[in-house]
């Protein structure tokens, strides 16, 4: 195999805060040579969610084979590294020390630089790494499973936390109103494709109304309004028959919905991306900024892209579909900006389960 060897800083990135394990290999924090990704989601889905303990299992499984696969990918070989970026938190305890460990056993095996990164510090530079036009003082909007987050973006990493979530966060919502409605894991998806079909007008659900910081964030109030609907329209026959329902296309879902249903997911979806746009706009207009990132899972829903897009006054930046979800392209970007002010960390590193990103 022919070997790159090219004159730029190649940084092999390692994510596995929850269900994928991921590695990937960035040049200069802007080039993708590889970016491998090893999901669990058939393993997780008939539990409706995930399940911390098969997870790390599936992580020790797939590490090896995923980061060979993306030295391959990338045409590099261990010689070619300059140093190993790994997710230290937030996450699952249990991933996360999969990636950590056998990311210092790299280092220490090869005499590479360890860089910890924040996983929702990776969701921004996914949005970054593609582009380079963004100004700042930029707001970031991480809206994911996990996540529900504001930040004023300074500079590349320099973080003031200005809004969260407190108590569901967005795509979390999602998923629960989906396995409620009898729809599965993941719900985000199944939603955002079916909330066309419906009346995002017909149902109205009550904007959560916040004390103190009015950047924060609730949609525990909304899940809950949607388990009122449920139980008042009567549809555990419905629910019943999505559970059963093998063919998970969009016509699928449609032969075993029923208008009612599609308009309360239009109406659901509507609200969600209301709550989150009118916050981001708010933040953005406080702190100066025109430029607005939106990272994390959620940063994929088709609706929530549309409507950014009829939002005037601010450019909206959104990673491409392939980094908006947990990837370790995001991280390796991150680590170079770490790497560039030489920021590094031990090998008594260990990872955080609510690591804050300040």
Known sequence: MEIRNLRQTAILGIESSCDETAAAVVADGCKILSSVVASQ???????????????????????????????????MSWDGMNAVAVTAGPG???????????????????????????????????????????????????????HTHLFEVRDVGTYRLLGKTRDDAAGEAYDKVAKLLGFGYPGGPIIDKLAPFGNPNRVRFTPAKMKGNALDFSFSGLKTAVLRWKEEHHINGEIEARRQNSDRSVEGWLKVTGLETLDMLASFQRTVIDELLR????????????????????????????????????????????????????????????????????????????????
């Open 279 to 358: 916050r981001a706009v708010s933040a953005a207009e406080e702190i100066g900024a025109d430029s607005v990132l939106i990272a994390g899972g959620v940063a994929s829903n088709s609706g929530l892209r549309r409507a950014a897009e009829q939002t005037r006054g601010l450019q909206f930046y959104f990673p491409s579909q392939g980094l908006a979800t947990d990837n370790a392209a995001m991280i390796a970007a991150a680590g170079f900006s770490k790497f560039a002010r030489g920021e590094f960390a031990g090998f008594e590193l260990k990872p955080q389960a609510g690591l804050v990103l300040a």
């Open 92 to 146: 699952l305890i249990g991933s996360l020390l999969v990636g950590v460990t056998f990311a210092k056993a790299v280092c220490l095996a090869r005499d590479l630089p360890l860089i910890a990164v924040n996983h929702v510090e990776g969701h921004i530079h996914s949005v970054l790494i593609e582009n380079s036009d963004v100004r700042f003082p930029a707001l970031a909007l991480v809206v994911s499973g996990g």
């Open 41 to 75: 989601l058939d393993i997780h889905g008939e539990y409706g969610g995930v399940v911390p303990e098969l997870a790390s299992r599936e992580h020790l499984r797939a590490i090896v084979p995923v980061v060979r696969r993306a030295l391959v990918e990338a045409n």
